[in-house]
Each structure stands twice: as structure tokens, then as C-alpha cells.
């Protein structure tokens, strides 16, 4: 039974950092691809980034490249979110999400429709 579960939200300062973790089950992440998204009330989610079975380097949406870094530890069976320079405008509820065995790559992966499990999110506020 493939379940995700994030952790390592809560309340940062801006310019702050926060380390996102995403435990998996039911399935490998060296095997699969794995997303981070994120979404604010009334609004749509979205795609922060995306790591798959072809490398570590990571996919990303363009406003959150070079602040947020995407990583996995297979040992562990866990994927991380890093998020530096934080800024108020980073503050909504954030989850991890895979769809095994259908998606092993990133290509197209800001699709939200694609994705079959998600967790249950972790809020990250962003304020002084």
C-alpha cells in the first residue's frame, strides 16, 4: 500500500529556512518519481519540484529555483524538500506526491491530475 507522509512544516521568519521530509511506503523513490507542491487557500496547487529515478538533480518551477533544492536518500526511503530565503509569499500547505508504478520520470510532473496519492500536507508559514 503506497503511502506518503510529510513532516517538518511550522512557522519561520522570512529570509528562514525549513527542511521538508517525505516518507515513503509501499513503493522505492530511487524507482519512482516524487514531487513537492504547495497551495495557498483559494488558490490552485502547485508544482515546486520533482526528483525521478534518472538522476538527483531535481526539476523545478522557475520562481523557486536556486532556493529550493529536491533530494532523496534511498537508505531511507524519504525525499526532502529544502527551502531557503523564505519569504512570506512561501507560506501554504505543502505535499508530497507519487504515482507508482505509472510515473518513474518527471516529464510533465506539475500535472496534479496525474498523480494517484498524495499526503496528507504540511502547513509552512512564513512571517514575523
Known amino acids: 500500500q503506497v503511502q506518503l507522509v510529510e513532516s517538518g512544516g511550522g512557522l519561520v521568519q522570512p529570509g528562514g529556512s525549513l527542511r521538508l521530509s517525505c516518507a515513503a511506503s509501499?513503493?522505492?523513490?530511487?524507482?519512482?518519481?516524487v514531487s513537492w507542491f504547495r497551495q495557498v487557500p483559494g488558490k490552485e496547487r502547485e508544482g515546486v519540484a520533482c526528483?525521478?529515478?534518472?538522476?538527483?538533480?531535481?526539476h523545478y518551477v522557475d520562481s523557486m529555483k536556486g532556493r529550493f533544492t529536491i533530494s532523496r536518500d534511498n537508505a531511507k526511503n524519504m525525499v526532502y524538500l529544502q527551502m531557503n530565503s523564505l519569504n512570506p509569499e512561501d507560506t501554504a500547505v505543502y505535499y508530497c506526491?507519487?504515482?507508482?508504478?505509472?510515473?518513474?520520470?518527471?516529464?510533465?510532473?506539475?500535472?496534479?491530475?496525474?498523480?494517484?496519492?498524495w499526503g496528507q500536507g504540511t502547513q509552512v508559514t512564513v512571517s514575523s
Open positions: 506526491a507519487a504515482d507508482p508504478p505509472f510515473r518513474s520520470v518527471c516529464t510533465g510532473w506539475e500535472t496534479t491530475s496525474l498523480y494517484e496519492y
Open positions: 509501499g513503493f522505492t523513490v530511487d524507482s519512482y518519481a
Open positions: 526528483i525521478d529515478r534518472r538522476d538527483d538533480s531535481g
